[in-house]
T-cell receptor, first 113, second 115 residues
């Protein structure tokens, strides 16, 4: 069974540019989550999809962040325009059951210069 | 706001030493509890989890954790660590009644095991 995959693994962009991160969950997992870890801080929740619907987006920092999950399969997280404080590692996870074990992807390391 | 606190940020042990990593959470309701581990160059993976039942749970690689409800704690233990246990360890909590699957993480504890 393939795990959660994320693309790209690294991204370096300049302030003001746009970046789109992609997450492919484990097949059949309705629940998809985005998290972020800023250097030196804890992993923080961004949002939770159930299929294509946003179940909880309470962790989204501001309206520069837009997450989508068209068709309830893969998800994208777009940052536009990127700011310096957006740098960090963005993790995606998926689960079969809400509240159950989450399987994490390798993360995307975003650096905003 | 709900939070998870891991007491130790950086732990250094020699091989065969015993390990205990503290984790406390601030929430009075029902919780699901997790310990995740991230080995160098790898992604986060589940060590063990507690949903209900026996408060002493066993995970992979000889790890175990004890849920003490009265203390809001879920400490991770291993009787004898190995060099391969060098990694970062994360305690995480899901609030059962929150109608969301989000995990609230502690700050992480980096464990370095010296051979």
């Amino acid at each position: 069974e393939a795990g959660v995959t994320q693309f790209p693994s690294h991204s370096v962009i300049e302030k003001g540019q746009t970046v789109t991160l992609r997450c492919d969950p484990i097949s059949g997992h309705d629940n998809l989550y985005w998290y972020r870890r800023v250097m030196g801080k804890e992993i923080k929740f961004l949002l939770h999809f159930v299929k294509e619907s946003k179940q909880d987006e309470s962790g989204m920092p501001n309206n520069r962040f837009l997450a989508e999950r068209t068709g309830g399969t893969y998800s994208t997280l777009k940052v536009q325009p990127a700011e310096l404080e957006d740098s960090g590692v963005y993790f995606c996870a998926s689960s079969h059951i809400q509240g159950g074990e989450q399987f994490f992807g390798p993360g995307t390391r975003l650096t905003v210069l | 706001a709900q939070s998870v606190s891991q007491h130790n940020h950086h732990v250094i042990l020699s091989e065969a030493a015993s390990l205990e990593l503290g984790c406390n959470y601030s929430y009075g309701g029902t919780v699901n509890l997790f310990w995740y581990v991230q080995y160098p160059g790898q992604h986060l993976q589940l060590l063990l989890k507690y949903f209900s039942g026996d408060p002493l749970v066993k995970g992979i690689k000889g790890f175990e954790a004890e849920f003490i409800k009265s203390k809001f704690s879920f400490n991770l233990r291993k009787p004898s660590v190995q060099w391969s246990d060098t990694a970062e360890y994360f305690c995480a909590v899901n609030l059962f009644s929150s109608n969301t699957g989000k995990l609230i993480f502690g700050q992480g504890t980096t464990l370095q095991v010296k051979p």
